[in-house]
């Protein structure tokens, strides 16, 4: 079928590639840079004070997922860049992939990580984990599990 992806020649596939590869992190960084903002805020509100030493351990290792997601979902823009008509399109997506999953998994645990710390203010412990677990489970089965299983039944 002409104009298909059957039609491409090998320098087209790798355009095609990298352009979805930066679309898609253009649809996750603002998430990302939402929760960052909101990240740095926390600390100086009123409430921080208050944190008992587990919350404010697990604010900072959110606030640290949520910095090295950043920075993993910025780096092949990046490297794009740097690398802009240098002919490494074929390393430069394969190390962009790598660094999008990376990035995701960073997300995941620092959205989960900014639910369990709001959670704990709000109700108790045992709510808090429970819910922060099953926020981690959705995030890993919608943006892991599933792609793999589609992937594994092909």
Known sequence: ????????DEQERLNRELIELLNELRVALPG?????????T???TNRF???DAFDRDVYFVTLLLAAAA???LIAPSAHHRVLFRQGEKPALLQL???????????????????ILLITRVLFDGTAAAIVAGAAALVFVA?????????RLRR
Do not use: K
């Open 1 to 8: 079928m002409p104009g298909s992806a059957h039609d491409e």
């Open 96 to 114: 962009g992939n790598r660094l999008a999953l990376a990035g995701i998994g960073c997300l995941a645990l620092a959205m989960s990580g900014a």
């Open 142 to 150: 919608l943006w892991y599990l599933l792609p793999l299983a589609l």
């Open 42 to 44: 926390v600390p100086f």
């Open 49 to 51: 004070a208050r944190l």
């Open 70 to 72: 950043t920075a993993l």
């Open 32 to 40: 990302v840079q939402v929760l960052f903002a909101f990240l740095l």
